[in-house]
């Protein structure tokens, strides 16, 4: 008597969201100690635009949540034609000041002819009260001044965390 084996493949079981199929597991499903990453890569348009327009790039976390910056990376991809005008760019939570970092980008990185990379700390220049931020998304901005007639793209990478304030 011959014994016959079957091989039957193990699946890795998947993250079942709402039940109504098979989906990615989203920032929203992970534990809140788990850092997460956003990134987003802006046009000439949205540059010139966000003094009067902010760009948000990491949505509102949700009723009594707030989101914790570790760290931001803008990298700037020069067009050929560089920007004028402009202000220093920085991240704040949605309709405030506040930002949750050190620094800001200068205006110089999309005014001169080269490509350049910026990295913003977490804020340890002052405390944050962030029983105002919650529920805030975050969004980049430059408040000084537009930048215009230019071209290029620009790539921000945050790393950052929710919690949850109780």
Known sequence: MAIEIHKTP?????????GSGLKNVGSAALNPLVQQVA?????AA??????????N???????????IVDA???????GGNVFTGGGAISFVY??????PHTGTVAATVLTTNAPDVQYLGPNVTG???????????????????????????????IWYSVVTLG
């Open 94 to 99: 949605h309709g405030t000041a506040v930002t």
């Open 39 to 43: 990134q987003m890569t802006l046009t």
């Open 127 to 157: 405390a944050i009260d962030l029983q105002s931020e919650i529920n805030l998304g975050l969004d980049i901005t430059n408040a000084t001044a537009s930048f215009a007639a230019g071209n290029g793209s620009a790539i921000v990478t």
């Open 10 to 18: 193990i699946n890795a079981p998947a993250f079942q969201g709402d």
């Open 57 to 67: 790039i990491i949505p509102a976390p949700g009723a009594g949540k707030v989101i």
């Open 46 to 55: 949205q540059l010139i635009a966000m003094k009067n327009t902010s760009q």
């Open 72 to 78: 931001i990376l803008f990298q700037f991809k020069n």
